[in-house]
């Protein structure tokens, strides 16, 4: 038995950063139980062994020690002087020798280890040596910085999401890009250098999935005018964290010369591409409806895993291979609404951003959002039919169903056109593992009851309001304007709201595409599991595109798809507890060394605040209790409460016209929610910091959508 004056613990590894190169020598006065057991405090001492130096000192008010029993049983606590309690109880030489000391156990046994040690007189004794059972990874000190950011892509997918549709969205963001860089007429020596960027433009992080800011801005290096594009890129895509490191490239002037054949060629490219879009469009979407009906949908049942393979190869070919329009367009979406939004503020107006939203109120022709508009047709119907009304509200919505297809098929009929139309814009349209319409019409159930509780839910009322609104946007903005700018003022306005209205419709063709490829995955699934390959179908969405493919012809690394399912879907489903944040930067390796900490990290949300702030989409003031729905399984009544969640796609739309208002976390101006909110003319709110941390269900707060603030009201 060794009694030391000092004791205590050295990590040769740190435990906290999880650094290999830093030891932590934690030490107190008496016996080495005091620090172990915590009952002591202890001084802490970091010695950096590439240095071979101290890098960190920690003195403790160590006013307690344990020592032996004076009766030899046992050990007891005792008070330490006063001047022991605040000086240092290990000297430097002695931190470098029991450091030293770890570092060489480390060494020999081939691990990191917790080593207990014991200072007596100038002897230094180990006492036990074990294994750090739990160390996190080191924190990465060099490596490429990247962005990642989902203000916009969780719009599309929000939350965890499955392998198989990240593994799709990334190898079809890949060739649709690729496709807009041969349109812009890009060399192959170009593309071929920017296929790092191509293959990286979207992340995935805890089973969310990212844009790569990085990528995209090397993406916009390519156009004209970086600077300004860059400005309209971050408007876009909703990023409210300026990122400082990426700016536009000086250039000697030797390099723009160079440069400038290729440039011109490009913008010249791009401005052609532009004038097209008129002709382009109409015919992306007769082409597209022309794809979209040489598939046999209803043959999926019966086909064979083969030719379940080749429809995916045929829905590549046909459909993702030619997707160059829907990407030119957004870059016109880009500049042209850039190019409105500088116009607007030069005017001086108090609120540019309210007069930009009615500007663009109003747009007729917007066929995305045709389902609501159909929807609220079907609901007008059965408003005039008791007995219909009454077999809509049977609970369950299956029950509902099942009473229409008994009593009412005029109906019936009806509704199995709307499905067959729209039934994959559902909330979650784009994420593959989605249970849509087509499988459970729930949904569209309990969307048609809001509606029978609102008569006054008619698409020419909206249509009318929204006129009005959008004729005193135009008034009072070209009031404002004057000389040239009131000559190109008509002009820019119309090239922003035919670039939009082309966006909403062509994603309408996306949703489409995207349930295709849902349904012809569910069916592979099905014949894996009658193989025995998979336990159940849905397991599918647990495997990669690239590894079906590999599976079917011959290259896969491993068979066992049930087991790669099995541990996929249980690292995903703990993905569901993990919080993430929506903009953090890395540093290396993306999936070690680096916390994933974002701005949020840095300044906690006022949870007792009384207002919150937001980006205004469409005026109106109105008072109600909030409804938070998070997914289709939550309360859907919206009849007299504001709808409230983090995030929005397409597929929730049906949702917005029984909403006294729309009150979004994140989200921008050009976001799904907001346009069909201006559409459709309801109060609406986007980008509210930390809105879900703040507010409750059922809180009654007013929102004013007009300057963009959430005032919470008193609580009954």
Aim: aromatic share 6%; glycine share 8%.
């Amino acid at each position: 038995m060794v009694t030391g004056e000092v004791s205590g613990v050295a990590f040769s590894a740190h435990p906290a950063t999880g650094r290999r190169d830093h030891v932590l020598v934690s030490a107190a006065w008496g016996l080495g139980e005091g620090v172990v057991s915590g009952a002591c405090d202890a001084d802490d001492y970091v010695w950096d062994v590439r240095s071979g130096a101290e890098v960190e000192v920690h003195c403790a008010d160590k006013a307690r020690r344990v020592i032996a029993d004076p009766s030899g049983v046992g050990t007891v606590e005792q008070d330490v002087s006063e001047p022991d309690r605040a000086r240092r109880c290990v000297q430097e030489p002695d931190v470098a020798r029991i450091a030293t000391a770890a570092a060489a156990l480390a060494q020999a046994f081939g691990a990191p280890q917790d080593v207990e040690w014991t200072l007596a007189g100038a002897r230094l004794v180990l006492l036990q040596s074990r294994p750090i059972t739990a160390l996190p990874s080191p924190a990465n000190t060099d490596g490429p910085r990247t962005v990642f950011n989902n203000s916009n892509i969780q719009e599309s997918y929000c939350g965890v999401t499955t392998p198989l549709t990240f593994s799709f969205a990334q190898s079809a963001y890949e060739s649709v890009y690729e496709q807009t860089m041969r349109a812009l007429g890009l060399p192959q020596s170009v593309i071929e250098a920017h296929r790092f960027v191509l293959r990286n433009l979207l992340g995935l992080v805890r089973g969310r999935v990212y844009y790569n800011i990085n990528n995209w801005y090397r993406g916009l290096l390519l156009l004209p005018s970086f600077g300004r594009n860059k400005a309209d890129m971050e408007a876009m895509m909703g990023l409210d964290v300026p990122v400082d490191f990426v700016e536009d490239q000086v250039l000697s002037l030797p390099a723009k010369v160079r440069k400038l054949p290729r440039m011109l060629m490009t913008l010249v490219r791009l401005l052609a591409r532009f004038r097209g879009l008129p002709r382009a469009v109409p015919r992306f979407l007769s082409e597209f409806e022309a794809a979209y009906r040489r598939v046999n949908r209803a043959g999926f049942k019966t086909a064979s895993f083969s030719q379940l393979m080749a429809v995916v190869d045929q829905l590549r070919r046909e459909m993702v291979e030619n997707w160059a329009t829907p990407i030119i367009n957004d870059v016109y979406v880009l500049m042209a609404m850039g190019k409105l939004r500088r116009l607007v503020e030069s005017t001086g107006v108090a609120n540019p951003q309210e007069l930009v939203n009615n500007l663009m109120s109003g747009e007729e022709g917007i066929e995305s959002l045709e389902p609501t508009r159909m929807l609220m047709r079907l609901a007008s119907t059965a408003n005039e039919d008791e007995g219909l009304a009454a077999a809509l509200r049977l609970d369950p919505p299956s029950a509902a169903v099942a009473e229409l297809k008994r009593r009412h098929l005029p109906f019936t009929a009806r509704l199995e056109d709307y499905i067959e139309r729209y039934g994959d814009r559902v909330m979650g349209e784009l994420k593959l593992e989605t249970v849509t319409a087509r499988e459970d019409p729930s949904f569209v159930v309990r969307v048609l009851r809001n509606y029978l509780a609102r008569p006054d839910l008619a698409p020419d009322k909206l249509a009318k309001h929204e006129r009005e609104l959008r004729t005193l946007a135009e008034s009072t903005l070209l009031a404002k304007l004057g000389g040239v700018a009131k000559l190109r003022g008509p002009s820019v306005l119309r090239r922003a709201r035919e670039s939009v209205k082309n966006r909403e419709n062509m994603r309408l063709a996306r949703t489409r595409m995207f349930g295709l490829f849902r349904d012809v995955y569910r069916a592979i699934g099905d014949r894996l599991v009658e193989a025995g390959k998979l336990r159940v179908s849905r397991d599918v969405f647990f495997l990669s595109t690239a590894e079906l493919l590999a599976y079917h012809e011959g290259r896969s690394v491993s068979a066992d798809l049930e087991g790669i399912a099995a541990v996929r879907a249980a690292e995903f489903a703990a993905y569901e507890k993990q919080d993430v944040p929506h903009h953090f930067d890395t540093l290396g390796p993306v999936y070690h060394g680096n916390l994933y900490l974002g701005p949020e990290s840095d300044a906690a949300v006022d949870r007792d605040t009384t207002v919150l702030r937001g980006t205004g989409c469409y005026p109106g003031r109105v008072e109600a209790p909030l409804r938070v729905v998070m997914s289709p399984e939550d309360d859907l009544d919206m009849a007299g409460h504001i709808l409230t969640t983090l995030r929005t796609d397409p597929g929730w739309a049906p949702l917005f016209p029984a909403a006294s208002g729309i009150l979004v976390e994140r989200g921008s101006t050009l976001s799904h929610s907001a346009v069909v909110a201006r559409e459709l003319g309801i109060p609406a709110i986007v980008g509210v910091p930390g809105l879900l941390s703040v507010v409750r269900d059922g809180e009654r707060v007013v929102l004013d959508g007009g300057v963009g603030t959430v005032e919470r009201l008193a609580q009954p």
